[in-house]
């Protein structure tokens, strides 16, 4: 699968971007269906990208995490640094390959799989959580009704 060539019916998820290399003839391809779905992408930058960069070890404390979106059919979360990567939403930790900033929480949708629907629906499939302080349309605010008028005493 490449980069470009977007399936049609589902979201990328890490689960699903982030695979082995093709094994070279006569060698026994890589197993990675063990490693977690957020630590693929040190996996794949090291074979990809030759970084050699560890996987974290440690949560940042106190980190209030990431927002998970789809963007353009992946699942993505941006980095401080500016970086973004494509998550899995069933193991909710990023950390950052580029910066190597150690894992906070991730915050995926209570229903991931209506958010994906919801973006499948859309021509470029977009979705972001509607609580996402970086949302550019985020949902209206409810209307608080008006206090009705008082009554005027009757003559």
Not at 117 to 126: G, P, T
Request: charged content about 25%; aromatic content about 10%.
């Amino acid at each position: 699968m490449t980069a470009t060539a977007l399936p049609a019916d589902s979201i990328l998820r890490a689960e699903t971007y982030y695979l082995p290399p093709t094994p070279r003839r006569g060698q026994p391809a890589q197993d990675w269906s063990q490693v977690p779905g957020a630590e693929l992408v040190y996996k794949w930058v090291e074979y990809r990208l030759g970084w050699r960069v560890p996987v974290p070890t440690t949560t940042v404390a106190d980190d209030p995490g990431l927002y998970a979106r789809i963007d353009d059919g992946r699942w993505l979360a941006e980095c401080i640094c500016g970086a973004a990567w494509i998550v899995s939403v069933l193991d909710a930790r990023f950390g950052c390959a580029q910066c190597r900033r150690d894992w906070v929480p991730l915050m995926v949708p209570d229903d991931i799989a209506a958010a994906e629907a919801e973006a499948l629906a859309l021509d470029h499939r977009f979705w972001w959580h509607p609580d996402d302080p970086k949302n550019p349309a985020p949902p209206p605010e409810p209307e608080v009704p008006a206090d009705p008028l008082p009554e005027e005493p009757q003559p």
